[in-house]
C-alpha cells in the first residue's frame, strides 16, 4: 500500500504546481504565450505594456555644483548611487606629453567618484531601495534618463472557475492570480 502510494504522489507532484483551463488542458509557468491561447482558448480581455527592469538616470551640474549624479535603478529601486565631484586626480608617469605650447599635460588622470549606499545632496536623503518617484520628488527630473532593459508584460483574463489572470513576461507564462 506504502509503494502505491509514492508511486501516486510521485506522479501526481508536476501537477500541484500546474493550473488547468476552463477546458481541462494543463498548463504551467515557463508556457508560452502561443502555447497558452493554443491550450486556453481566446482570453475575455488582454492587456500588453512595457515594464523597465534597468534604467540609468544623469544629474550633471547639481546644485549648481560641477557634481555628476549617477543613479542606477532595478526593478524601479536604487542599486547603485555615483557621485564624481568635478575634479580629477592626475598622476605622475611617463605618460605626460608636452602640448603645442610646450607644457608639460599629464594625461593619466581620473575623476574623482565614489560610490555612495545614500546621500543627501537632494532636498531629501536618497539612498540605496528608494523609487524613482521618490528620487525624482527628491532630487527633480534628471538631465538624462536612459533604459538598459526593458521586458513585454501580457495579462490575459479568462472567466471561469480555474484560472482568472495570466501574466506573461516576454511571452513566456511567469504567474498567475
Given amino acids: ?17 500546474a493550473m488547468s483551463c476552463s477546458n ?17 482558448g481566446k482570453p475575455n480581455s ?9 534604467e540609468q538616470w544623469e ?18 529601486q536604487i542599486k547603485n548611487i555615483q557621485i564624481m565631484d568635478g575634479s580629477s586626480t592626475c598622476f605622475t608617469d611617463n605618460t605626460a ?8 599635460r599629464l594625461t593619466n588622470c581620473q575623476p574623482n567618484e565614489v560610490f555612495v549606499t545614500s546621500t543627501a545632496i537632494c532636498k531629501q536623503t536618497i539612498s540605496m531601495g528608494n523609487s524613482s518617484a521618490y528620487v525624482q520628488a527628491a532630487c527633480g527630473s534628471p538631465s538624462t534618463a536612459s533604459q538598459k532593459h526593458t521586458v513585454e508584460i501580457n495579462e490575459l483574463t479568462y472567466n ?7 501574466i506573461f513576461e516576454d511571452n513566456k507564462l511567469i504567474d498567475w492570480k
Fill in 1 to 17: 500500500m506504502k509503494h502505491i502510494l509514492l508511486i501516486v504522489c510521485l506522479l501526481a507532484s508536476p501537477l500541484m504546481f
Fill in 24 to 40: 481541462g488542458n494543463i498548463i504551467d509557468k515557463g508556457d508560452t504565450l502561443k502555447e497558452i491561447l493554443n491550450s486556453c
Fill in 46 to 54: 488582454d492587456k500588453s505594456y512595457t515594464k523597465i527592469t534597468e
Fill in 59 to 76: 544629474y550633471i551640474n547639481f546644485n549648481q555644483t560641477k557634481a555628476k549624479i549617477t543613479i542606477q535603478f532595478v526593478n524601479d
Fill in 97 to 104: 606629453t608636452l602640448d603645442a605650447y610646450g607644457y608639460t
Fill in 160 to 166: 471561469g472557475s480555474t484560472l482568472n489572470t495570466l
